[in-house]
């Protein structure tokens, strides 16, 4: 088995590689929050002078638990509105023939591509001219809006293939279209809601631009926002920077190993 | 105007009686007499950015407005540097406009002006004890359009050449009199070890350069040449026609070649060529004079400054500098205009002055009580020393400038650098832009 | 309509009912259909539609009136070089990704299916995790590490005796559009990485191993019968990485302000600056009708492609 073990040990070597390129960044970063400003500049490369959770500290005083729970807020009511609104949608969709409904479908996928750049400008004036700006609830309603095209498609492709026999027999029972999709459809979407989630969760968590345009109030700030304060007009306190981040990641990083077998699982059905 | 609210009702000759008598308590300053104070509760929502210490700052001054103003709450809000600009801007506009906020002088303030979104506090700032008799007309200047006041001045920074100490001393270097004086200065520092970067320049947010242009552009030209180009009122065959304007950049590629700057200034972040500065890897920084309390915060202060000077057959004496004035402004929409201008008439009052330098290490607009500073140190007294001595102040082109010829200004410092662009190459974009942007004004 | 031709055999009360179903069908359709579309609606369509008029007018976020400007914007658009450079780093973008994210990220989630099953998962999270790291941080964390004077990257250059670019990573005209690129697949491959091996975990084994009796194994196997399998999935992959790369925002706004003197503005970028910086709302809206356009022709696109498989 020579063949076999080069093979597998280039394989290991490609893949080890590429990790070893995506982690030391991060490795970096997370060793950046126990240095201090200098020795953050001044020797990148090497260790710590002393091992403090000073830079912690600062960066949990200037808010960052506030910030983290706010993300915490408007990520989960997003994507709980999201993951709903979608699936709502994207099952009368896949279960209808009308014509007028294909258009519909068209017009949601054209949502798609409507990046959300483009139209800052009068969604900006808009929000602020209906009094929406500094609320986290309002944020939320944009935030829903952008993600529902995408997660749309992926409910779309995977009700195309749920098995129609449970349907059928709910409605056989005098379920309405409604309460079919609630207490069947939704509960059995297992794996397409976890990966729909978990997308629409890494997207929502590091949004930035409408949350720095939108929510300014310290109390509303998420965590992109809020790690931006922690520098100042002229000087930034780097290493709470970096321990600021280092603390963003450890949520969502969690909820994609938790979510992990769900996610690969459903993703099965995208293609179609 | 303000509306006064009376408890149960009262007849309108009633309310005429308090009304006068609360205007004449008003109007003789100082002690409101108690029943005056029955006045409904005001808050006043402020905005700034967020800058170190300044909350902090903010919340002692309003506990020390209560006590001559217990109906007035003040909200402060702060949000970055990067988004403010555009956050004040939109909510100035929208539904929900703060009553106070900070602003710099220059194009930012009259864009706000041209729009009608500033108040003109030309008559409540100069009742007695407000800030229009109580600031120097030069800082009342910098926030006044057409005579009128549109502004406060809280404070301004300005910018020096800083170097260290020991370095100087231990080469027997010099501070140099002449910008020739600073190209020699640079080729010395290299002669005595090529690895030493003199001045590194982190432009790498594109407004080191223009700082330096700034100057520059002042050293060669005088301040009163400039003046028509920058506000784009010099007749269009005219508009930034100066050859000086080019001489100015070709000051930049001087610097390059004595070996001032290091290889990749575009791409250094200013902060890393601060840390550069503070960790005595080079020995001199052009920096503003915001950097003295950042370089004192990492422990390192055996440092001097001097100012940009002179250039040898230049048209100024070196006698000014760049002075870039900070300050409050009040929302035109605003429902408690008289309250906005005493809660701003006590953030520029001497005391409060004094304490907004001690806590943000910042030159305040009223700066009587600095000398009795306990924490200042030598090198802020020097600092307020000599912006008192200036003979001329001028503001810095990207905020003094209209948008898009600053955006020029910025770009073309940053291709100057790059060597992509030449002098020539520069102002001829510069002058398109200021072209442009004087047709879309008429 | 049916119910009154079929006289006898179907009884009044029924052909209502059948009606009543069909009418309720279409209500709680509508229902379910209301939500998405209605937020749609409100933040995506009419907005898109406010920036088409506005792209007719010239005003400013603080101007009391708009001034009607016709089709100047779009005639500015097309002279404005600043635009095509922008368009033209959305290409370099746009055909990169592709290139490298879908690309690498192939080849590793192949590796990890069939090559390396058992340390899949550990692997796996390791090369997601930027996904889950901000733009803002990203940028945050490549600026220090590329700086050329203190910077890791360039230490390590230096080390093993190279020269690094003379006016850095970031601060070069000619490559700091490819550096950005560089950073925008580090922090993406791992996604792409991720829906690919989706799709291959839905290749039955049976097909390897029949394939593998007839000698096919390793990279052949690869090529006629996993690639072919994974047609839909890559597509949908191409896609995406597509209409990012269009989109892209925030890793360039963060990492250089589309600088060194626009060398890596992109259009949204260039939108940014327009609005908000320099005040000229209309043009910036002229500019995002045009990238409107390009994305809604790409989503068509992948409407028809996902249609016929």
Redesign the interface.
């Known amino acids: 088995m020579p063949h076999f073990t080069r093979a597998k040990v280039l394989m290991y070597g490609f893949v080890s590689l590429w990790s070893l390129f995506v982690m030391l960044p991060l490795l970096w970063m997370v060793l950046a929050s126990f240095k201090t400003k200098r020795e953050l500049f001044m020797d990148p490369l090497g260790l710590p002078g002393t091992w403090t959770f000073d830079a912690f500290e600062r960066a949990w005083g200037v808010g960052m638990g506030a910030f983290l729970l706010n993300s915490v807020i408007v990520t989960a009511a997003s994507v709980a509105l999201i993951v709903v609104v979608s699936g709502m949608a994207a099952y009368v969709l896949a279960r209808s023939d009308s014509r007028w409904l294909r258009l519909v479908y068209l017009l949601i996928v054209a949502g798609f591509a409507v990046p959300v750049q483009a139209v800052l400008v009068p969604l900006y004036q808009m929000i602020s001219g209906a009094g929406m700006l500094n609320s986290l609830a309002a944020i939320v309603l944009p935030y829903a809006a952008y993600g529902i095209p995408f997660t749309t498609v992926l409910f779309y492709a995977f009700f195309l293939d749920f098995p129609r026999e449970m349907e059928e027999a709910a409605r056989l029972d005098g379920c309405s279209r409604i309460r079919t999709f609630f207490s069947v459809i939704l509960p059995l979407s297992g794996p397409a809601v976890a990966s729909a989630a978990i997308f629409q969760a890494v997207f929502i968590w590091n949004e930035f631009v409408l949350a720095l345009l939108m929510l300014n109030t310290p109390d509303t700030k998420t965590l992109p926002v809020g790690i931006i304060a922690l520098g100042g007009e002229f000087t930034s306190d780097w290493p709470a920077i970096m321990a600021g981040l280092s603390i963003a990641i450890l949520p969502i990083l969690l909820i994609f190993v938790l979510a992990q077998k769900y996610f690969v699982r459903s993703l099965a059905g995208l293609g179609k | 105007m303000k509306r006064y609210s009376t408890k149960g009702r009262t007849g309108p000759l009633t309310r005429h009686v308090i009304g006068a008598a609360f205007g004449l308590a008003v109007a003789l300053g100082g002690g409101v007499p108690q029943f005056a104070n029955a006045q409904e509760d005001v808050t006043i929502r402020m905005w700034a950015l967020t800058n170190p210490n300044y909350p902090e700052f903010i919340a002692q001054a309003a506990e020390a407005f209560k006590l001559t103003h217990p109906n007035v709450t003040i909200d402060f809000q702060e949000t970055p540097n990067e988004a403010y600009k555009t956050a004040i801007q939109v909510a100035l506009v929208g539904s929900a406009p703060p009553d106070v906020f900070f602003n710099w002088a220059g194009e930012d303030s009259n864009r706000l002006v041209r729009d009608g979104l500033v108040l003109d506090l030309t008559g409540l700032a100069n009742e007695p004890g407000q800030f229009g008799t109580t600031l120097a007309q030069s800082w009342l200047d910098t926030f006044s359009v057409d005579g009128l006041i549109y502004g406060a001045p809280t404070d301004a920074v300005t910018k020096y050449f800083y170097y260290d100490n020991a370095f100087f001393t231990d080469n027997s270097l010099s501070v140099p009199a002449t910008f020739e004086e600073l190209l020699g200065l640079c080729t010395a520092i290299r002669a005595i070890d090529p690895a030493i970067v003199p001045i590194p320049l982190g432009n790498s947010e594109r407004w080191k350069m223009n700082h330096y242009i700034t100057l520059l552009n002042e050293r060669v030209m005088g301040n009163d040449a400039l003046r028509a180009d920058y506000s784009l009122t010099a007749p269009d065959d005219q508009l930034f026609t100066n050859p000086g304007y080019v001489t100015a950049w070709g000051k930049v590629l001087e610097m390059q070649t004595a070996g001032c700057f290091q290889d990749a200034p575009n791409a250094t972040s200013p902060e890393v060529s601060r840390t550069l500065f503070s960790s005595q890897i080079s020995p001199m920084i052009f920096c503003g004079s915001w950097c003295m309390s950042i370089f004192d915060g990492e422990g390192y202060t055996d440092y001097s400054l001097f100012r940009f000077p002179p250039i040898e057959g230049g048209a100024s004496d070196g006698n000014s500098n760049m002075v870039v004035p900070q300050g409050l402004q009040v929302a035109a929409a605003t429902q408690h205009p008289k309250e906005a201008v005493e809660w701003i008439s006590f953030l520029t009052s001497p005391e409060q002055g004094a304490k907004f330098a001690e806590m943000r290490g910042a030159l305040p607009s009223d700066p009587s009580l600095l000398s009795a500073l306990p924490n200042a140190t030598e090198q802020f007294k020097w600092v307020a020393a000599d912006m008192a001595s200036l003979a001329v102040q001028y503001n810095v082109i990207d905020v003094e400038v209209e948008a898009s010829v600053a955006n020029a200004y910025l770009d073309a410092g940053v291709e100057i650098l790059n060597g992509t662009m030449t002098p020539e190459q520069a102002m001829e974009s510069i002058r398109t832009a200021a072209l442009a942007a004087k047709a879309a004004m008429q | 309509m049916p119910g009154a031709t079929l006289a006898p055999t179907v009884p009044i009360h029924t052909a209502d009912k059948a009606k009543r179903t069909q009418y309720?069908?279409r209500v709680?359709?509508l229902?379910?259909?209301a939500?998405?579309?209605g937020?749609?609606a409100?933040?995506?369509?009419?907005?898109?539609i406010?920036?088409i008029l506005?792209s007719f007018f010239?005003f400013?976020?603080?101007?009391?009136a708009w001034e009607p400007a016709g089709l100047s914007n779009y005639a500015k658009v097309i002279a404005d070089p600043i635009f095509w450079t922008a368009l033209r780093n959305n290409l370099i973008i746009v055909i990169g990704s592709i290139v490298f994210q879908v690309g690498?990220g192939t080849?590793?989630a192949a590796?990890?299916d069939r090559?390396?099953p058992r340390?899949s998962?550990v692997?796996?999270?390791?090369?997601?995790?930027?996904?889950?790291?901000?733009?803002?941080?990203v940028a945050?964390?490549?600026?220090?590490?590329?700086?050329?004077?203190?910077?890791?990257l360039n230490?390590?250059i230096k080390a093993v005796s190279l020269t690094p670019?003379?006016?850095?990573?970031?601060?070069?005209?000619t490559i700091s559009i490819w550096v950005v690129l560089m950073i925008a697949c580090?922090q993406y491959?791992?996604f792409m990485m991720?829906?690919i091996?989706?799709?291959l975990?839905?290749i039955p084994k049976e097909l390897y191993e029949a394939a593998s009796l007839d000698g096919a194994r390793?990279l052949t196997a690869f090529r006629h019968i996993t690639l072919p399998s994974?047609?839909?999935?890559?597509?949908?992959a191409v896609l995406i990485t597509t209409?990012g790369g269009?989109?892209v925002?925030?890793l360039i706004?963060?990492t250089t302000?589309g600088?060194?003197?626009?060398a890596t503005q992109v259009?949204?970028t260039y939108?940014?600056?327009q609005?908000?910086?320099?005040?000229?709302?209309g043009y910036?809206?002229a500019i995002?009708?045009v990238?409107?356009c390009i994305?809604?022709?790409?989503?068509?696109l992948?409407?028809k492609s996902?249609r016929r498989?």
Do not use: E, H
């Open positions: 309720s069908a709680s359709a229902i379910l259909l939500p998405a579309l937020l749609c409100v933040f995506i369509f009419i907005p898109a406010l920036a506005g010239t400013g976020i603080t101007s009391r690498i080849i590793l590796i990890l090559g390396l340390a998962t692997f796996r999270t390791v090369i997601f995790a930027p996904m889950v790291v901000s733009a803002v941080a945050l964390i490549w600026q220090v590490i590329l700086d050329p004077n203190v910077g890791a230490a390590i670019p003379q006016l850095g990573w970031l601060g070069d005209p580090w491959t791992g991720v829906l091996l989706a799709g975990q839905g390793g994974i047609r839909n999935v890559l597509l949908v209409i269009f989109k925002f925030d706004y963060a302000q600088g060194p003197a626009n259009l949204g939108i940014y600056l609005a908000f910086n320099l005040g000229n709302m910036a809206n995002s009708v990238l409107l994305a809604v022709m790409l989503g068509w992948q409407l996902s498989a």
